[in-house]
Protein backbone atom coordinates (compact mmCIF):
# COMPACT_ATOMS: atom_id res chain seq x y z
CA UNK A 1 0.00 0.00 0.00
CA UNK A 2 1.09 3.62 -0.79
CA UNK A 3 0.09 6.76 0.56
CA UNK A 4 0.86 10.07 -0.76
CA UNK A 5 -0.36 13.23 1.27
CA UNK A 6 0.10 16.60 0.05
CA UNK A 7 -2.32 19.94 0.25
CA UNK A 8 0.08 21.65 3.31
CA UNK A 9 0.91 25.20 3.51
CA UNK A 10 0.71 28.23 5.23
CA UNK A 11 -2.61 29.63 7.11
CA UNK A 12 -3.40 32.19 8.88
CA UNK A 13 -5.27 31.93 12.54
CA UNK A 14 -8.87 31.03 11.61
CA UNK A 15 -8.14 29.81 7.88
CA UNK A 16 -9.06 26.95 6.41
CA UNK A 17 -7.47 23.67 4.58
CA UNK A 18 -7.56 20.15 2.66
CA UNK A 19 -5.32 17.96 2.60
CA UNK A 20 -5.60 15.32 0.27
CA UNK A 21 -3.67 11.27 0.75
CA UNK A 22 -3.79 9.29 -3.07
CA UNK A 23 -3.87 5.78 -2.06
CA UNK A 24 -2.65 3.26 -4.29
CA UNK A 25 -1.92 -0.48 -4.03
CA UNK A 26 -3.43 -3.77 -2.22
CA UNK A 27 -5.60 -1.83 -0.17
CA UNK A 28 -8.88 -3.82 0.38
CA UNK A 29 -12.47 -2.11 0.65
CA UNK A 30 -12.55 -3.67 4.83
CA UNK A 31 -9.61 -1.49 5.62
CA UNK A 32 -8.95 2.15 7.14
CA UNK A 33 -7.93 4.93 6.37
CA UNK A 34 -6.78 7.85 8.88
CA UNK A 35 -5.04 11.17 9.91
CA UNK A 36 -2.28 11.69 11.67
CA UNK A 37 -0.28 14.65 12.76
CA UNK A 38 3.71 15.79 14.79
CA UNK A 39 4.02 18.74 16.18
CA UNK A 40 7.44 20.03 16.90
CA UNK A 41 8.22 17.90 19.78
CA UNK A 42 5.81 15.97 20.37
CA UNK A 43 4.68 12.27 19.29
CA UNK A 44 2.67 11.84 16.59
CA UNK A 45 -1.37 11.52 17.74
CA UNK A 46 -4.25 10.38 15.66
CA UNK A 47 -6.38 12.70 14.65
CA UNK A 48 -9.41 10.85 12.45
CA UNK A 49 -10.59 7.26 10.50
CA UNK A 50 -12.20 6.15 8.02
CA UNK A 51 -13.52 2.76 7.62
CA UNK A 52 -13.80 2.20 3.55
CA UNK A 53 -16.56 -0.48 4.36
CA UNK A 54 -18.97 1.89 5.85
CA UNK A 55 -17.89 5.45 5.81
CA UNK A 56 -17.86 5.18 9.54
CA UNK A 57 -15.66 7.87 10.78
CA UNK A 58 -13.83 8.13 14.11
CA UNK A 59 -12.52 11.52 15.39
CA UNK A 60 -10.19 12.68 18.85
CA UNK A 61 -12.50 15.24 20.64
CA UNK A 62 -9.92 18.34 19.82
CA UNK A 63 -10.74 18.15 15.98
CA UNK A 64 -14.58 16.85 15.71
CA UNK A 65 -15.98 19.86 15.22
CA UNK A 66 -13.19 21.59 12.93
CA UNK A 67 -11.87 19.02 10.77
CA UNK A 68 -13.86 16.49 8.12
CA UNK A 69 -12.67 13.43 6.68
CA UNK A 70 -13.88 12.26 3.44
CA UNK A 71 -13.00 9.89 0.17
CA UNK A 72 -13.57 10.02 -3.49
CA UNK A 73 -13.39 6.26 -4.38
CA UNK A 74 -12.65 7.62 -8.09
CA UNK A 75 -9.42 9.04 -7.79
CA UNK A 76 -8.47 6.54 -4.62
CA UNK A 77 -8.31 10.05 -2.51
CA UNK A 78 -8.57 10.79 0.74
CA UNK A 79 -9.22 14.27 2.17
CA UNK A 80 -9.05 15.93 5.51
CA UNK A 81 -10.65 19.30 5.67
CA UNK A 82 -9.40 21.78 8.38
CA UNK A 83 -11.47 24.78 9.39
CA UNK A 84 -11.10 27.29 11.64
CA UNK A 85 -7.53 26.02 11.70
CA UNK A 86 -5.48 27.53 15.19
CA UNK A 87 -1.50 28.05 16.07
CA UNK A 88 -1.56 24.96 17.88
CA UNK A 89 -2.63 22.74 14.51
CA UNK A 90 0.54 23.40 13.14
CA UNK A 91 2.02 20.09 12.45
CA UNK A 92 3.34 17.82 9.89
CA UNK A 93 0.09 15.36 8.64
CA UNK A 94 0.23 12.11 7.62
CA UNK A 95 -2.15 9.89 6.45
CA UNK A 96 -2.10 6.09 6.45
CA UNK A 97 -3.84 2.94 6.30
CA UNK A 98 -4.30 -0.40 8.12
CA UNK A 99 -6.66 -3.56 7.88
CA UNK A 100 -8.13 -2.47 11.35
CA UNK A 101 -9.42 0.43 12.60
CA UNK A 102 -8.05 0.38 16.19
CA UNK A 103 -4.76 -0.85 15.17
CA UNK A 104 -4.90 2.23 12.35
CA UNK A 105 -5.83 4.55 15.50
CA UNK A 106 -3.07 2.91 17.77
CA UNK A 107 -0.23 2.90 15.03
CA UNK A 108 0.28 -0.48 14.81
CA UNK A 109 1.32 -1.90 12.03
CA UNK A 110 0.57 1.28 9.30
CA UNK A 111 1.13 2.04 6.24
CA UNK A 112 2.40 5.58 6.40
CA UNK A 113 2.84 8.08 3.40
CA UNK A 114 5.25 11.36 3.37
CA UNK A 115 3.70 13.78 5.86
CA UNK A 116 3.03 17.47 4.05
CA UNK A 117 3.26 20.43 6.46
CA UNK A 118 0.72 22.80 8.26
CA UNK A 119 1.69 25.66 9.12
CA UNK A 120 -0.72 28.02 11.22
CA UNK A 121 0.11 31.52 12.35
CA UNK A 122 -0.54 35.54 11.46
Known amino acids: VQLQASGGGWVQPGGSLRLSCGVS????????VGWFRQAPGKEREFLVALLLSTGDTAYVDSVKDRFTISRDNAKNTVYLQMNSLEPEDTAAYYC????????????????WGRGTLVTVSS
Open 96 to 111: AANTNRVLLATQQGNY
Open 25 to 32: GRIASSDA
